[in-house]
C-alpha cells in the first residue's frame, strides 16, 4: 500500500496568513493526488484534484502543487470559513490512501 | 443537485451484521462509481471498498481490513448503493460516507453512525 503522511499535523494561523501543508507518499506517484477539506461533523469536500486542479466552485485562494513523493496545497489568504481539517488522497494505487490531517486553526 | 442520502447504521453487537444504504439523486447513478469510506471516531479517513458501474464491469474493491467481511452491492434500478457488514468487530465503529468517484471522490453524503459495542 501507498501510505500517505502529512506535516504538520496542526497549525495555527490568522486570517489573511498563507498556509501550506506537506503531503508525502511511500512511493513515486503520477498525478492521482486529492485534497479534501473537513470541517466538524461534515463531510469532506474536494478542493484540489489531479495534484493542481481546483474543483468547480472551489476559490482560488486554495492551490496544489507538486510532484513524485512530494505534494503541497496552499492558503494564500485564509478566511474565517478555512479553518477545518485537510487531506491529501492518493489514487495511484489501490487501496486508496489518505492522509492522517492537517488540522488548521486559530491562533 | 447530486444528493446521497445514507441509512442503516446503528448499534451492533461484536459478530453481528448491518446492511448500510445510500441513495443517490441528481446524478445519472447507474453510470457512476460508487464507494464507501469510513471515519472511526476522532480519527482520519479510510476508503473501504469500491464498486464501479456495470457499463465497465461493475468490478469491485475492498480494502484488505473489510476483505471477506464487507460486501458492496448497487440496484441501479433503485439508484442505491449497499454496504452488508457481517462480522462486526469494535474496529469498525466509524461514520460511513458514500461517495461518488472512481479516483477522486466528488460528492459525499453525510454519513451514517455504526458503532460496535458490548
Known amino acids: 500500500d501507498i501510505q500517505m503522511t502529512q506535516s504538520p499535523s496542526s497549525l495555527s494561523a490568522s486570517v489573511g496568513d498563507r498556509v501550506t501543508i506537506t503531503c508525502q507518499a511511500t512511493?513515486?506517484?503520477?498525478?492521482?493526488l486529492n485534497w479534501y477539506q473537513q470541517k466538524p461533523g461534515k463531510a469532506p469536500k474536494l478542493l484540489i484534484y489531479?495534484?493542481?486542479n481546483l474543483e468547480t466552485g472551489v476559490p482560488s485562494r486554495f492551490g496544489g502543487s507538486g510532484s513524485g513523493t512530494d505534494f503541497t496545497f496552499t492558503i494564500s489568504n485564509l478566511q474565517p470559513e478555512d479553518f477545518a481539517t485537510y487531506y491529501c488522497q492518493q489514487y495511484d494505487i489501490l487501496p486508496f490512501t489518505f492522509g492522517p490531517g492537517t488540522n488548521v486553526d486559530v491562533k | 443537485e447530486v444528493q446521497l442520502v445514507e441509512s442503516g447504521g446503528g448499534l451492533v453487537k461484536p459478530g453481528g451484521s448491518l446492511r448500510l444504504s445510500c441513495a443517490g439523486s441528481?446524478?445519472?447513478?447507474?453510470?457512476?462509481?460508487m464507494n464507501w469510506v469510513r471515519q472511526a471516531p476522532g480519527k482520519g479517513l479510510e476508503w473501504v471498498a469500491r464498486i464501479k458501474s456495470k457499463s465497465v464491469g461493475g468490478t469491485i474493491d475492498y480494502a484488505a481490513p473489510v476483505r471477506g467481511r464487507f460486501t458492496i452491492s448497487r440496484d441501479d434500478s433503485k439508484g442505491t448503493v449497499y454496504l452488508q457488514i457481517n462480522g462486526l468487530k469494535t474496529e469498525d465503529t466509524a461514520v460511513y460516507f458514500c461517495?461518488?468517484?472512481?479516483?477522486?471522490?466528488?460528492?459525499w453524503g453525510q454519513g451514517t453512525l455504526v458503532t460496535v459495542s458490548s
Open positions: 461517495v461518488t468517484g472512481g479516483y477522486r471522490f466528488d460528492f
Open positions: 441528481g446524478f445519472t447513478f447507474s453510470n457512476a462509481w
Open positions: 489531479d495534484i493542481s
Open positions: 512511493q513515486d506517484m503520477t498525478i492521482h
